[in-house]
């Protein structure tokens, strides 16, 4: 019986101490995402061409996060043959607007200028073109005064 108090001498906490408890295990690393490139730009893009709602909204975001990488998969995708019908090319230039560059600020002109045309031939009476222009100029007006050559 003598070995009795020594194994709950020793199962027992310190005197005037509390049982620690046990440390949790360390948490395994987390892999890192892999960086966002070429190719997960390019079905980003086919996204937002296609997709509706919150696929589409996800994808424009990423987008519009890595303009470095979207932007110019974007404006080659618009020079693409097949050229992109009227509602992706709406999609496309909205999404550069979202990247804001100034050097995408013609593409943006060229719209304005089409839709106005547009506008002029559906209807001669005067003043159709401006609610046509609207849009356009809003996206010009946001990135504000274009640098001039010197």
């Known amino acids: 019986m003598s070995d009795g108090p020594v194994l709950l001498a020793a199962l027992a906490p310190a005197r005037g101490g509390k049982a620690k408890p046990a440390a949790p295990p360390a948490p395994e690393p987390v892999a890192a995402p892999p960086p966002y490139g070429q190719e997960q730009a390019a079905a980003d893009i086919e996204l937002v061409l296609t997709g509706r709602g919150k696929d589409y909204l996800q994808a424009r975001a990423r987008l519009e996060q890595h303009p470095a990488v979207a932007a110019p998969l974007v404006t080659a995708r618009m020079a693409a043959t097949p050229a992109p019908t009227t ?20 593409l943006f002109a060229d719209a304005m200028r089409r839709d106005v045309a547009a506008a002029v031939k559906q209807s001669q009476e005067q003043g159709i073109e401006l609610p046509a222009a609207e849009p356009w100029r809003e996206v010009l007006r946001a990135q504000g005064p274009r640098p001039r050559p010197r």
């Open 87 to 106: 509602a992706e090319q709406r999609r496309l230039l909205a999404l550069l607007g979202g990247i804001a560059r100034p050097e995408d600020i013609p």
